[in-house]
């Protein structure tokens, strides 16, 4: 099942994964393996992809990425199949990706020669990166009869638990989520605050961002690990991040 309506629907170069996470959420289905279970599936996938970093482990290391990337998309494949919406599982999907993220960036400072603070300026461009694809991801979805709103545009209000899930826990999450993601979506929302008003985007400009998808960047991590390149990761996604200026300004320009 698709996050969009059929008619928004657009070739995200960052959703590789999904033909095999919608297998593999058809396939448990009609088991008692929630959403959330293979949320933390993902996390374990990221943390042996962690060890493999560091015990130089290249090739197992890209191999794990990839998992954690396709498995990341079988929650939210499971999570509609079941029609079972969870807040608590939407804000855990993106509190682990911000902690596998800074681990992957940290253990390859950790095995090249880059400094810690070159390393945590790597982490905030990769996040930054991610927060402007899923901006305007958001927007589309939000804006798209039939699309999923479980994400919402702007993150301000605690919200309402669905049945079954506790809002204590949703409440946890929700703050956590804005110490964790709060700087960047204000400040990709003051980079283009216009962009919340536009009722569509055009197939082509979304496939152009989604180079900055998680999934994508996860995939060129890991054929730079694969490559031996780690010494170029921690430079690469620091200079990715010019694209930025050249996406905001299309969207201002042409959209």
Known sequence: ?????????????????RPIAAAFATRIKHTNITPVHVTFLFGICGLVAVFCIINHFFIAAGFF????SIIDAADGELARLKKTPSYTGRYLDSVFDNILNFLFLMSVCFISQATFGVSLLAFACLQMQGTLYNYYYVILRNNSSGGDTTSKIFETQIPKAFPGESQKTVNFLFILYLLLYGVYDKTIYALDRKASTVKSFPNWFMTLVSFYGLGFQLMLMAIMLAAGWFEFIIPFFIGYSGLMFAFIGIRKVFL
């Open 1 to 17: 099942m698709s996050k969009l309506a059929a008619e928004k629907k657009f070739f995200d170069v960052s959703d590789y994964g």
């Open 65 to 68: 990425l990839i998992l954690k």
